[in-house]
C-alpha cells in the first residue's frame, strides 16, 4: 500500500487518477495552455506534458524536437532562442500521426495557439490539476541533461512540488533533476518497443513465460515480456531511486502492480483511447477498447493517461 502523502500521484488511492494526455488534444491542440485550460473546466484531476529546452535554456512545453509538424516551420528547438520560438504557433490543421490502422490522422482546431513556457503553464494550473512533466528524450542532442535542472528550477519556482512528477525515458535528466532538486519525485518511463533493436533475436527464441497475454505473438512479444520483468523487479528504480514508474499499458502482467506497490512505488500507464501515434509506432488495438480501462483500474494503477479524458473519466469514475 502506498504511504499517505500529499502529493496526488503518490498517495494510495481508489481509483486511477485520469491524465489528460498533452492536455485535451481531441479539443485543443496538444501541450498549450488553451487545452491545460479546458482540463481545469471539465474536471481532468491530472495533465502531461512534454518539455525541452531553447537554445537559451528556457523550458519550453513541447513534445517534438523538429517543430515542422506542430508549426508548420523548419527547425529544431534546441537551435531557437524563447525569443525566436514564442512568435511561432502551433498549427490550426495539426498531423498526429498515425491510427490503428496505419492511416494518417489530422486534427483540427479552430485557432493557432502559442507554445507556452514551463513557468507559465504552473503558474496558471498547477494549483488546479497535478502535473505530469516528461523530459524528452532527444536522440539527436542525447548527451545535453540541462533541462532536468531547469526542470527542477522552474517547479521550485512555481511552488509546485507537491503538486507533480517528473518522468523520462532518459535516466541522465532524471539524475540531474534528482542532483537539482532531491526531493522531486521522479519516475522512469517504459515503452512496449525499447528492446525493439533486439526484436529479431528474442523473437526466435521460445515464447518466455510471462503474465502477459500468452497468445500475443505479435513482432516483439518476447521483447515486452523481457522488458515487463525488469518493470516487475523496478531495477531502473533501485538504480536512480524513482518513487513512480510510468508504463506502456500493453507490459502491466496481473501483479505487477501489487509488486511495485510493496515497494512503496505508485504505477501510472500510458495512452489510452489515442488519437494516433505521432512517432509513427503501432497502436496497440487494446489501447481504445473499455475492457482495457477495466483491466488496469482492476490491477490497481495509479493514473491513467489518455488522449480523450471525458470518455475515461465517464468509465472509471
Known amino acids: 500500500m502506498l504511504p499517505a502523502v500529499t502529493n496526488p500521484f503518490l498517495a494510495g488511492k481508489q481509483r486511477p487518477i485520469v491524465v489528460g494526455h498533452r492536455g485535451v488534444p481531441a479539443l485543443h491542440q496538444e501541450n498549450t495552455l488553451a487545452g ?8 481532468v484531476p491530472a495533465i502531461e506534458l512534454d518539455v525541452r529546452l531553447t537554445r537559451d535554456r528556457h523550458a519550453v512545453v513541447l513534445h517534438d524536437h523538429e517543430l515542422e509538424r506542430l508549426t508548420g516551420t523548419a527547425g529544431n528547438v534546441i537551435d531557437m532562442t524563447w525569443d525566436q520560438l514564442s ?13 490503428a490502422n496505419g492511416a494518417p490522422v489530422v486534427a483540427r482546431y479552430e485557432r493557432t495557439e502559442p507554445i507556452p513556457l514551463l513557468a507559465e503553464v504552473l503558474a496558471e494550473v498547477a494549483g488546479k490539476v497535478a502535473v505530469n512533466i516528461e523530459l524528452k528524450l532527444d536522440l539527436p ?13 522552474v517547479i521550485a519556482e512555481a511552488n509546485a512540488e507537491h503538486r507533480v512528477i517528473v518522468t523520462s525515458f532518459d535516466v541522465r535528466k532524471l539524475r540531474a533533476a534528482r542532483r537539482a532538486r532531491p526531493s522531486l519525485a521522479l519516475g522512469f518511463c517504459f515503452d512496449d518497443g525499447m528492446l525493439n533493436f533486439a526484436r529479431g533475436l528474442l523473437d526466435r527464441l521460445p515464447a518466455f513465460a510471462g503474465e502477459l497475454e500468452p497468445h500475443d505473438r505479435r513482432p516483439g512479444h518476447n521483447a515486452r515480456r523481457v522488458l515487463s520483468r525488469i518493470l516487475d523487479s523496478d531495477l531502473v528504480g533501485r538504480l536512480i531511486a524513482t518513487r513512480v514508474v510510468g508504463a506502456e499499458h500493453t507490459l502491466l502482467g496481473a501483479d505487477t502492480v501489487q509488486r511495485l506497490h510493496r515497494q512503496g512505488i505508485a504505477v501510472g500507464t500510458h495512452t489510452l483511447f489515442p488519437i494516433g501515434s505521432t512517432t509513427g509506432k503501432r497502436i496497440a488495438a487494446s489501447s481504445a477498447t473499455s475492457a482495457e480501462a477495466q483491466r488496469l483500474v482492476a490491477l490497481g494503477v495509479d493514473w491513467i493517461e489518455t488522449d480523450d479524458p471525458e470518455r475515461l473519466m465517464a468509465l472509471i469514475y
Open 36 to 43: 491545460f485550460r479546458r482540463a481545469v473546466e471539465l474536471g
Open 87 to 99: 512568435r511561432l504557433r502551433i498549427r490550426r490543421e495539426l498531423p498526429m500521426g498515425i491510427d
Open 141 to 153: 542532442t542525447w548527451w545535453q541533461v540541462g533541462v532536468g535542472a531547469v526542470v527542477a528550477r
